[in-house]
């Protein structure tokens, strides 16, 4: 199992390359498995800017750049990432609270 803190570094760092300029802020990650017992990392992107600022093509391909990534780290769980917009996540938070 990797360091929370090395998963969000690479996660991070693939989420710059792919996107540039794009300000990411909260990134949730929380392990999990799949409905036939794989593991996963559940990763919650919180976009400071608008959702739809980011290129749908890089947002659907991701995956592919970061999985070597965290195989670099010795992370074989699959990401399973979605987007929101900081708003949205402050809104899911109040609800949820």
Not at 14 to 43: C, H, P, Q, S
Not at 46 to 70: F, G, H, I
């Amino acid at each position: 199992m990797t360091d929370m803190r090395k998963l969000e570094k690479v996660i991070r760092d693939v989420l710059k390359e792919r996107f540039g300029n794009v300000k990411f802020d909260t990134i949730d990650i929380k392990r999990d498995y799949d409905a036939d017992g794989d593991e996963i990392l559940r990763i919650l992107v919180v976009v400071e800017d608008a959702v739809k600022r980011l290129d749908a093509s890089r947002a659907s391909t991701v995956q592919r750049y970061m999985r070597p990534k965290l195989a670099d780290i010795q992370e074989t769980a699959f990401p399973v990432i979605s987007y929101v917009s900081r708003s949205d996540y402050r809104k899911q938070k109040a609800a949820a609270a």
